[in-house]
């Protein structure tokens, strides 16, 4: 996918001033924090259940190389088949091999990030193949050619006014008069419209939220039903999936399912859990006649190791981004490449460099929120911060940035001379704000004033009047 | 065991000393009035946050070493903020993975620090402070002394020890948008952010706002002063110390 996370700021700038968007973004509060909070609540043993899920993964991490090829033995020995991608050039190659070989022309696709990291949409249709959305989220946003703003509300950034206006624009052959009363309607139509995708797919493809290494099983969770269509009805299923989707067994699968619809939509479990093992056997009612796992690396085995391992343990609910302030104030597409939000703050500039996406760890003010909804508990502001070193070592810090820093840092270091240049300092802006206690403008201070006024200091600084004080009790004694 | 007076190394921090000493003066009456013997290490800066958080180790690294030098040899070392805290508390013994020596100093060190109103509570088991006050306030829950340190109820309670009446805002805990540099390398985002906080503390009905945390409160007065908001903005040791008197509100003129 094509990043404007260079634009980062002028990104957001226009986030703030969208009518549209800021409306949308109203709904996170109740829709997200609201129901979260209510079903953690209903689960005394949730906090414990967030050390299980962080050990569990942190386990899995630590013998990754073993589970996967555990897993991978498993998927083949029910009849799947394992593609070991190492770039996502390897994974949309091994994706169109596939469809050409079965000569296929229509692909259902249930909703994946990891689809969205190839682009694989895109890429499908410059060989002639349709790709068709069947999330309802990743449906609409087809119809309009955007990316998803969301990790799993895909269409979050669209209010209903938006749903109408592009069902009308795409759905021709409907009447052109017909009411939508109610969400249902909305959902009516998408629902009849995709019917007949579905049935004429000669291939599906999935995601998976997590791999089972004992059962060579990939699992999928939606609310609409539409995932299960996508990988029954077609004579191929494909799934997409990272290396950090791994679990070791059922019960570990068992608990992080626990942990995800709760932290991201607060269910406590999602309308369908599907559990995919290889193809179709003697006396299955359905599934597919081949299974095949794309299984992408991408840049995540070098995060083994490394700082950064602890992002891998990202189980994608999307709870960071639905509680951090910022993404409410901007919304997804300002991040302007996949995974926007906290976890695409830290996992962005491993995939596409931090020379591209070196904002997107800057604009956190750290507070630490997104770490403490965090069902597995990664350490997201630590990992941001590693980032903003990462910067300063290869010298991607604004030099403006770097020469305050220096300059401050010069003084910092030495008391006596800091002391001085601090009198002087807090004695000037105390004096200018004499009147008012406050300044509406002030040179080189356009950032902090343009919103809000800067309040002055009293004039003498700490360490001047403490000083003074210890002479006069002195003098007293 | 407690010590019967313990002895108190004040760490200023930087916004304190350039900007509103009053607060520092509250807090060494707070603490001497809990019985503790307060000293102020001459030698003392900055907890290093706008260089650790910007990427910099290496200034981050020197002032830590300074404060391990100033703040060595007390008892405790408390702080009117939580995120110079929170910063003593939890990330300077991270400067020093690659020097045992050090890593172990910073957390001796950690061990030590507290942030000012949950050391009065906590540490030294206050139930109330002295004094008495009358009038609403509504309480904002800045970020790292929430979640790093666990600041939350102890200012609620001694203020309505003090008579106060609290007067809960909507959401209390979300983040003002002061994030240090994040309030000038991002100013527009950390100005919505603020214009929704001050939207929520001016729906709370209350007549002051209070914090424990400088940055956040010159941030949040700042945006209420430009809204012309008659709330009075200012740090929670000056109201337990009973020092209201000493110092006008946060942006305001005496």
């Known amino acids: 996918m094509f990043s404007t996370s260079p634009a980062f700021k002028e990104n957001a700038h226009k986030a703030i001033a969208d009518v549209g968007l800021q409306k949308a973004l109203t709904r996170t509060k109740p829709h997200f924090q609201g129901r979260r909070a209510k079903a953690v609540e209903g689960l005394p043993e949730f906090e414990r259940l967030r050390d299980i899920g962080r050990d569990i993964k942190n386990h899995t991490l630590a013998n990754l190389d073993f589970y996967l090829e555990t897993w991978a033995g498993n998927v083949e020995r029910a009849g799947g088949q394992v593609h070991w991608c190492a770039t996502a050039d390897d994974a949309r190659a091994a994706v169109l091999a596939i469809c050409e070989r079965v000569g296929a022309k229509t692909v259902t696709k249930g909703k994946s990030m990891i689809s969205e990291e190839l682009a694989i949409n895109e890429h499908l249709e410059q060989h002639g193949i349709t790709p068709v959305e069947t999330d309802l989220g990743e449906y609409i946003l087809q119809l309009r050619r955007e990316p998803p703003s969301h990790i799993i509300a895909p269409a979050f950034h669209l209010n209903r006014e938006d749903w109408e206006e592009s069902f009308r624009r795409a759905h021709t052959d409907l009447a052109p008069d017909r009411v939508f009363r109610e969400r249902r309607d909305i959902l009516t139509e998408a629902r009849a419209k995709l019917r007949a995708r579905f049935l004429a797919a000669d291939v599906g493809i999935t995601g998976a939220n997590f791999l089972i290494a004992e059962t060579g099983s990939s699992v999928i969770v939606t609310n609409e039903g539409n995932g299960d269509l996508t990988q029954t009805l077609p004579r191929v299923h494909i799934v997409l999936a990272s290396i950090e989707k791994m679990v070791p067994t059922l019960e570990d699968a068992t608990n992080m399912l626990r942990l995800l619809a709760r932290s991201a939509t607060g269910q406590d479990f999602s309308v369908y859990t599907t559990f995919s093992t290889g193809v179709r056997r003697e006396g299955d009612l359905d599934g597919p006649e081949e299974y095949h796992v794309i299984l992408l690396d991408n840049g995540r085995s070098a995060m083994l190791g490394t700082e950064f391992q602890d992002m891998l343990r990202c189980i994608r609910c999307a709870a960071c981004m639905n509680h951090c302030p910022v993404y409410g104030v901007v919304g997804g597409h300002a991040y302007g490449w996949v995974y926007p939000g906290p976890m695409g703050a830290v996992l962005t500039p491993t995939l596409i460099g931090v020379d591209q996406a070196g904002n997107l760890p800057n604009a956190s003010t750290f507070c630490g929120k997104c770490e403490s909804v965090c069902p597995v508990k990664i350490p997201l502001p630590k990992m941001m911060r590693h980032w903003r070193e990462r910067e300063f070592e290869r010298h991607l810090t604004p030099s403006a940035v770097r020469t305050n820093l220096a300059l401050w840092g010069f003084f910092a270091r030495r008391p006596g001379l800091y002391r001085f240049a601090t009198r002087i300092g807090a004695g000037v802006l105390g004096w200018l704000g004499r009147k008012r206690g406050r300044l509406s403008r002030l040179p080189f201070a356009g950032g902090w004033t343009a919103g809000r006024d800067l309040p002055t200091p009293e004039g003498k600084t700490f360490f001047a009047r403490y000083a003074s004080e210890q002479r006069r009790q002195r003098g007293a004694s | ?254």
Do not use: W
């Open chain 2, 1 to 254: 065991m407690l010590q019967a007076s313990p002895r108190v190394a004040l760490f200023v921090t930087c916004l304190v000393d350039l900007h509103r000493p009053t607060v520092g003066f509250a807090a060494i009456r707070l603490l001497e009035q809990a019985g503790c013997q307060v000293e102020v290490p001459r030698a003392q800066t900055c907890c290093g946050q706008p260089a650790y958080n910007s990427g910099d180790r290496e200034i981050a690294r020197d002032l830590g070493r300074s404060i391990l030098e100033a703040f060595g040899g007390y008892d405790y070392v408390v702080v009117p903020s939580g995120s110079c805290g929170g910063m003593l508390r939890h990330h300077l013994p991270t400067l020093f993975d690659d020097d045992p020596n050090l890593r172990a100093r910073a957390e001796a060190l950690a061990e030590r620090t507290h942030e000012l109103v949950s050391f009065l509570t906590d540490v030294m088991g206050l139930e109330r402070v002295a004094g008495a006050a009358s009038g609403s306030v509504t309480y904002h829950d800045s970020c790292s002394g929430l979640r790093e340190l666990g600041v939350k109820a102890q200012p609620r309670r001694l203020l309505e020890g003090l008579g106060l009446t609290i007067k809960e805002m909507a959401d209390p805990e979300v983040c003002c948008g002061f994030g240090g540099t994040f309030c000038v390398k991002y100013p527009e985002i950390s100005t919505r952010m603020v214009a929704d906080k001050t939207a929520d503390i001016t729906a709370s009905g209350a007549e002051t706002l209070l914090a424990g945390d400088l940055g956040c409160l010159l941030n949040m007065a700042g945006r209420l002063k430009r809204e012309g908001s008659a709330v009075k903005v200012r740090h929670v040791a000056e109201v337990l110390a009973g020092m209201t008197g000493a110092v006008p509100p946060i942006g305001e003129a005496g």
